[in-house]
């Protein structure tokens, strides 16, 4: 089976650094992806980390470690507009590479 | 413009009224998939299709249908519905199975069963 790990709540201050995480385990594992959700809208994908390290996309930062089935995403410069639910997923390795999600993190940007 | 869209957004209805919410991508996408979401429980999987006439089972198929008669369309279905099916529903595609990881959501259709 998959389970992936991650806070349910964040609150960070307008132009701070917050990070988010998420450990998950899994029987194979292809990849750590992360998804950006506003209320009321669709998930987006923000990012994808395969091998351990950070991937850097302009303030929004993810790494991984799969020796620790460990990653996080780093938002710096926080904005008003980063309130958001961020959830990661992992790709299994089943034919079809389907996405797991955790439960998600809802970030709450304050002034 | 590259997109998923649902029809419909919003849909009440009564317990045991078959209905079906399409999907569609005008990317040519591979691989599609139903999701999902409910308060706490995060995005959960619910079919997906690696190809025309290609369909498989998610973590929670139970109450659902689905097919792919054209690559453009993965329409679900629900035959009875049962309150317990109210939730918010995303469709997704991505461009294959392999190569692939970036998947593109649906607006969603949220789903009100009494």
């Known amino acids: 089976g998959q389970s992936l790990e991650q806070p349910s709540e964040v609150t960070a201050v307008e132009g701070a650094i917050v990070q988010i995480n998420c450990t998950y385990q899994t029987s194979g594992f292809y990849g750590l992806s992360w998804y950006q959700q506003h209320d009321g809208g669709a998930p987006t994908f923000l990012s994808y980390?395969?091998?351990?390290g950070l991937e850097e996309t302009g303030r929004f930062s993810s790494f991984l470690s799969r020796s620790d089935s460990y990653g996080y995403l780093l938002l710096q410069e926080l904005q008003m507009k980063d309130s958001a639910s961020y959830f990661c997923?992992?790709?299994?390795?089943?034919?079809?590479?389907?996405?797991?999600f955790g439960t998600g993190t809802r970030l709450t940007v304050i002034p | 413009e590259a997109q998923v869209t649902q029809n419909p957004r919003y849909l009440i209805t009564v317990t045991g009224k078959k209905l079906t919410v399409t999907c569609s991508q005008n990317?040519?996408?591979?691989?599609m998939s139903w999701y999902r979401q409910d308060p706490g429980l995060g995005l959960r999987q619910i079919y997906y299709s690696m190809n025309v006439e290609v369909t498989d089972k998610g973590d929670v198929p139970e109450g659902y249908k689905v097919s792919r008669k054209e690559k453009r369309n993965f329409p679900l279905i629900l035959e009875s519905p049962s309150p317990n099916q109210t939730s918010l529903y995303f469709c997704?595609?991505?461009?294959?199975?392999?190569?692939?990881?970036?998947?593109?959501f649906g607006p969603g259709t949220r789903l009100t069963v009494t």
């Open positions: 997923a992992v790709r299994n390795q089943t034919g079809a590479n389907n996405l797991f």
């Open positions: 997704a595609s991505r461009e294959g199975v392999d190569n692939s990881y970036e998947q593109y």
């Open positions: 990317m040519n996408h591979e691989y």
């Open positions: 980390n395969a091998l351990d």
